[in-house]
């Protein structure tokens, strides 16, 4: 099994910028994908970003794209959200996830991200 720990979030203002990260523990040899999803009140869970675990290639959803960057590091088992230009719509509640090569798919367990404006 593979857990995930989130850190980073807070609340900083229009315009600011905050860096999310996601550290995997177990057995981190079965990581295939790892992304980002954030929630906000009242709202659909919604895509943010994915990186390929062994060839690091990204996607990202067209809001964030420019603004975000997806990243992770091998050693430290650790993937990272860099946020910049933060808008308030941007505030949600960001969840870390992973696919496995083989076992359930894994959901960390959340952190708030509020930006005022």
């Known amino acids: 099994q593979v857990q995930l720990v989130e850190s980073g979030g807070g609340l900083v203002q229009a315009g600011g910028s905050l860096r999310l990260s996601c550290t995997a523990s177990?057995?981190?040899?079965?990581?295939?994908?790892m992304g980002w999803y954030r929630q906000a009140p009242g709202k659909e869970q919604e895509f943010v970003a994915r990186i390929m675990w062994v060839s690091g290639l990204t996607n990202y959803a067209d809001s964030v794209q420019g603004r975000f960057i997806i990243s992770r590091d091998h050693i430290a088992n650790t993937m990272s959200l860099q946020m910049n230009s933060l808008q308030p719509e941007d505030t949600a509640v960001y969840y870390c996830?992973?696919?496995?090569?083989?076992?359930?798919?894994?959901w960390g367990q959340g952190t708030q991200v509020s930006v005022s404006s």
């Open positions: 996830d992973a696919d496995l090569r083989s076992g359930p798919h894994v």
């Open positions: 177990g057995r981190t040899g079965t990581l295939q994908t």
